[in-house]
Nanobody, 124 residues
Framework: QVQLVESGGGLVQAGGSLRLSCTAS????????MGWFRQAPGKEREFVAG????????GYADSAKGRFTISRDNAKNTVYLQMHSLISEDTGVYSC?????????????????WGQGTQVTVSS
């Protein structure tokens, strides 16, 4: 089992920045590819960004490219999502996910463990 705990969400004005963190416990963190997903009210969960086990490969949704950066610190068992130039459409619950033996994936079904999520609200 892997336990994931997100933090760093909150209320921010449009154009502002936030950094989300997700700390893992329970298994060897570097065995897992990690992803960030978000779910807006009334919408399905969607992929935001992903990172491979070593951190050498990253991927982003088109909506996140150029504004968000995913990174990880395997020594701290933590993955981060730095978000800049936030817009109202970025509002939602952001969850991290861990996938064993993945290179990286945009698909929710490929991930084995999920955190509870942290709310991000962008006011316009």
């Amino acid at each position: 089992q892997v336990q994931l705990v997100e933090s760093g969400g909150g209320l921010v004005q449009a154009g502002g920045s936030l950094r989300l963190s997700c700390t893992a416990s329970g298994r060897t963190f570097s065995d897992y590819a990690m992803g960030w997903f978000r779910q807006a009210p009334g919408k399905e969960r969607e992929f935001v960004a992903g990172i491979s086990r070593s951190g050498g490969r990253t991927g982003y949704a088109d909506s996140a490219k150029g504004r968000f950066t995913i990174s990880r610190d395997n020594a701290k068992n933590t993955v981060y999502l730095q978000m800049h130039s936030l817009i109202s459409e970025d509002t939602g619950v952001y969850s991290c996910a861990a996938g064993l033996a993945l290179l990286m994936s945009t698909l929710t079904g490929k991930y084995d463990y999920w955190g509870q999520g942290t709310q991000v609200t962008v006011s316009s």
